[in-house]
């Protein structure tokens, strides 16, 4: 019994030193453990800490985001610290814990903290907006006389709407009118300091499938808080920051906060004495983020009247801008009015939407048809080394075209660190033309060319992008793919009946040729594109980003001629027909050090890119064959300092190189066109451009003065050149036969200024522009060079001035000369001189009633003598308003004088040619218009306020 007794004991002892070390273990472990994991108060481990991030933005008392507040995260897990970036928002990704205190200061604004407790199952947080009130111990020692009307931000200037002053019931384009370095066509076009802007968005997305005329003459005024002009490099760089290659302007319209709900029908009709014809139907539906659109029209007329500087273009066929529309009709002159009779007509469909906090979707589609009758009469001189050869053409054009356009968008953000987009469309358009034409050549070639043409087209189009994007928790370090496919159709059929009378000197009638042909063709192409970006952190300032791209292009050709027997029967010419496929592929890898952000006084980015070319391709009717490869180093430097917002200074440079197309490096003659064949050059190389581009722009808010320098300078080396000769036929009479050689010397430098300047509360705006151009063109004749450099410059006036709230008065004038030399005494130097007078406004009268008027006036000289240098366009408007002022009833009237022209003059080392289109002028048109519409404000989710990103995009 005593033994059992102890048995037990020790049983039991050694039972408790087990529980004892195995109670230390675990307490050892939950020691150890809680140094990684927080206890909650009872003692028991939570679970595991979802991914969680929390934003907002900053502003002052007046609504004004504040760029580079520090702000401060401070928990029981962690304390975080960023800064506001350009649009005043700021974000912190990786929270540990949902309770936490936030500390926002900013320099001249009162410090301010805010503290509170979070639901633990939401993974992102947007707070409500944060006011920070001015510091007036500091504002009293600072005198303001006035807010920025003009802010400079990262690749993006943006434009205050409430600045501007603009009648009751206008559109868009009568607010861009008002602002600094606009100018608004009567097409619609828009330009910001000279550069063309190519889509419109409204919020951060692309309206009206990003068409800029359909934006700004439908969308209301009323409804804009800014204006944004955004030097856009592409999906790929607007989500990594990785640039590449030049921008395109995008204009982005961001609404009002307590107008961006609502909806509007615009509806136009009218009818001319010219059998003119004019209809449009606009439904915009806005909600947020949510934009609905229906938008078509029609219009048979001409394609607008003369005037401004529109007549007459520079040498080289650049057009003179600067002339100004009436507000409301069209008018005093600019663009690129052309001749002819149309008939237009473009309905299109928009949809943008976003499904819960994930999904964004955009669809687009649109239909345009236009049916062109034209007729066009031109001058030219051809010059050579063998002697001078004038022409004078008639020409009569018809041509149908149809297209429609799918697109869609859709955006997913799978989590705070992974986005995917997708982006697939689909085009197709049909096309069909007849001309017929008669061309009279006398001098060192001497022919009658009588010609008939017949043509149809059809181009199917499919493709889509794809792109995926991560985030790692580092700051700035993101990686993204991007994978791209398409496939190009063209298939066309053109039928050419030719007859080509030979002359003498003295114009008798020598032998004469008939040329009755069908040429076929069947192009396919094939596009694929893919891409590699990673950017890796080195510092809070500077990162490393790598970029690898390929791209491949294959493409399958035939072009078949036949002649046609007078029974109408096709015999196919084999020496004039050709099958052949090729393939381009471009390699490109980038590395690029980057420094600085929107908030540091500069930033710059230093870096090279290898670009590996290959052009592979076989001729099968031939046999013949081409292997070329290329490779260059591209450096990649970039500059920009922000002295403030409204101040900086960027410095860009870019390279690219430009291969031959396929036909010109091969070494076979096509004669499709018997007057001029074709003989391509197998020892071609690469073209290479070198670009630099600088930008000096200053806005002073308090007197309301904003000014722009712009320079920028570039040359290619190997330009492919046409070689032009003039050769023997099989008559022995001449024509001539197109080869191509490269050849150094093409440059350009350009320096250009705009001056805006603001008076007594903006009634009046002073503006001035200029531009200096100096450029050197090499081309080739039988064999010779010969060098053209030209100098240009041009000096423009135009205030606006509304100095009674019923008048306005825009005055423009504007000075243009240009000189070409040439470096072979046969060509002609020329100077061509321009004056410019223009006067457009409104007079408002009896409350309903408005009389608008433009007027413009040409002074010409350095232009051929068959050519009317100095037309006088009068056009005049009257209008008034009907339905409670919900309608406009106008009449119109065009070319009171009846000096309608439309004379375009190109001239190169090898002479010019003058154009004149024929012109419809002097009528009047009758339309009825209607606008309704109502807008409300926006509301947050869950009735919070509203938070919103840079580009006018809710966040809630």
Do not use: C
């Amino acid at each position: 019994m005593k033994k059992s007794v102890q048995k037990l004991n020790y049983l039991s002892v050694l039972l408790l030193k087990k529980w004892l070390l195995m109670l230390l273990l675990i307490l050892g472990a939950s020691q150890i453990f809680a140094q990684n994991t927080p206890r909650t108060a009872g003692g028991t481990t939570p679970p595991p800490i979802p991914v969680r991030q929390v934003s907002g933005i900053v502003k002052d008392s007046t609504d004004q985001t504040l760029i580079g507040a520090t702000i401060t995260l401070t928990s029981v897990a962690d304390t975080l610290r960023t800064s506001t970036n350009e649009d005043g928002v700021f974000i912190f990704k990786g929270v540990k814990a949902w309770v936490f205190s936030l500390k926002v200061s900013s320099i001249g604004y009162t410090t301010k903290v805010i503290a509170g407790k979070y639901n633990d199952a939401t993974a992102r947080l947007t707070l409500d907006p944060i006011t920070l009130k001015a510091d007036n111990n500091i504002l009293n020692e600072v005198i303001v006389n006035g807010t920025p009307s003009i802010v400079y931000k990262t690749d993006t200037v943006e434009f205050r709407a409430s600045d501007y002053v603009v009648r009751q019931g206008a559109t868009v384009d009568e607010l861009l009118q008002k602002m600094e370095g606009f100018e608004v066509g009567n097409d619609g076009s828009v330009s910001v300091n000279g550069t063309a802007i190519a889509k419109a968005r409204l919020n951060g997305k692309d309206i009206y499938g990003g068409d800029v005329a359909a934006a700004i003459q439908n969308l209301p005024a009323e409804i804009v808080e800014k204006i944004q002009v955004v030097d856009d490099y592409g999906n790929t760089a607007a989500r990594t920051g990785v640039k590449e290659g030049d921008p395109t302007k995008v204009l982005n319209i961001t609404t009002r906060a307590d107008k961006s709900v609502g909806m509007m029908a615009r509806l136009n009709a009218g009818a001319g004495t010219m059998d003119q014809l004019e209809g449009s139907a606009n439904l915009t539906r806005i909600n947020k983020n949510q934009t609905i659109t229906v938008n078509t029209t029609l219009q048979q007329t001409p394609n607008g009247i003369a005037g401004g500087n529109a007549s007459v273009g520079r040498l080289g066929g650049a057009a003179n801008r600067g002339g100004r529309s009436g507000e409301g009709f069209g008018g005093g002159g600019g663009g690129n009015a052309t001749g002819g009779t149309n008939t237009r007509t473009a309905p299109a469909f928009t949809y943008r939407d976003k499904f819960g906090t994930k999904v964004d979707f955009l669809a687009n589609y649109s239909y345009r048809y236009t049916n062109n009758n034209t007729q066009t009469i031109s001058n030219s001189l051809n010059i050579s080394d063998r002697g001078e050869t004038f022409s004078n053409r008639d020409a009569l054009n018809a041509s149908l075209n149809k297209a429609h356009t799918i697109s869609f968008e859709l955006e997913y953000a799978i989590d705070s660190a992974n986005y995917l987009q997708f982006t697939p469309n689909l085009s197709f358009t049909n096309s069909s033309g007849n001309s017929s034409s008669s061309n009279f050549q006398t001098g060192l070639i001497n022919q009658d060319q009588l010609n008939i043409n017949n043509n149809s087209n059809t181009r199917p189009n499919i493709g889509g992008t794809i792109a995926y994007q991560h985030i790692f928790k580092k700051p700035s370090r993101s990686f993204s793919l991007e994978a791209t496919v398409g496939q190009q159709q063209n298939d066309s059929g053109a039928e050419q009946d030719n007859n080509i009378i030979y002359r003498d000197g003295q114009q008798n009638i020598v032998r004469d040729s008939v040329v009755h042909r069908f040429i076929g063709t069947n192009n396919l192409q094939n596009n694929y594109r893919g891409s590699l970006t990673y950017s890796e952190p080195l510092g809070k300032l500077s990162r490393l980003e790598f970029n690898s791209n390929i791209e491949y292009r294959a493409y399958d050709n035939s072009r078949l001629t036949s002649n046609i027997d007078n029974i109408g029967n096709q015999i196919q010419i084999d020496s004039l027909s050709n099958i052949f496929e090729y393939a381009f592929t471009q390699y490109r890898n980038s590395f690029n050090y980057r420094y600085g952000n929107n908030n540091s006084l500069f930033s710059y980015s230093l870096g090279l890119t290898a670009v590996s070319t290959s052009l592979v391709g076989t001729k099968a009717s031939l046999g013949t064959s081409t292997d070329q490869q290329y490779f260059k180093l591209i450096p990649i430097a970039r500059l920009q300092v922000k002295l403030s917002s409204t101040h900086r200074i960027s410095l860009n440079y870019n390279g690219r190189a430009n291969e031959p197309e396929f036909n010109q490096i091969q070494p076979v003659r096509d004669v499709s066109n018997p007057q001029n064949a074709i003989v391509g050059n197998p020892n071609l190389k690469v073209a290479f451009t070198h670009s630099i581009n600088g930008q000096y722009s200053n806005y002073i808010a308090n007197l309301k003065l904003n000014y722009d320098l712009r320079l920028s300078t570039s040359f290619t080396e190997n330009q492919v050149t046409s070689n032009i000769l003039q050769v023997n036929d099989a008559y022995g009479s001449l024509k001539n036969e197109t080869q191509y050689v490269n050849l150094n010397g093409n440059k350009s430098h350009n320096a250009d200024y705009s001056i805006s300047k603001q008076l007594n509360d903006r009634k009046y705006s002073l503006s001035f522009s200029g531009n200096m151009v100096n450029s050197n063109r090499v081309s080739m004749s039988n064999g010779i060079i010969n060098t053209s450099t030209t100098w240009g410059f041009k000096e423009n006036f135009g205030p606006r001035m509304t100095p009674k709230p019923w008048l306005e008065i825009n005055p423009y004038v504007s000075f243009d000369i240009n000189k070409t030399n040439y470096s072979l005494a046969r060509n002609q130097d020329v100077t061509q001189k321009i004056w410019a007078i223009s006067l457009d406004g409104n007079i408002y009268f009896a409350k309903k009633y408005q009389f608008g008027y433009a007027l413009s006036k040409n002074y010409v000289s350095g232009i051929g003598n068959n050519v009317t240098n100095n037309p006088f366009i009068i056009n005049t408007m009257l209008q008034v308003r009907v339905f409670k002022n919900k309608g406009t009833l106008q009449l119109r009237a065009y070319d009171l004088l009846k000096q309608n022209n439309f004379i375009n003059r190109t001239q190169n080392g090898l002479g010019f040619t003058e154009t004149l289109t024929n012109p419809n002028s002097r009528y009047v048109m009758l339309n009825l218009s209607m606008n309704l519409q109502k807008w409300t404000g926006a509301v947050g989710g869950n009735n919070r306020n509203i938070i919103r990103r840079g580009d006018g995009s809710f966040m809630n």
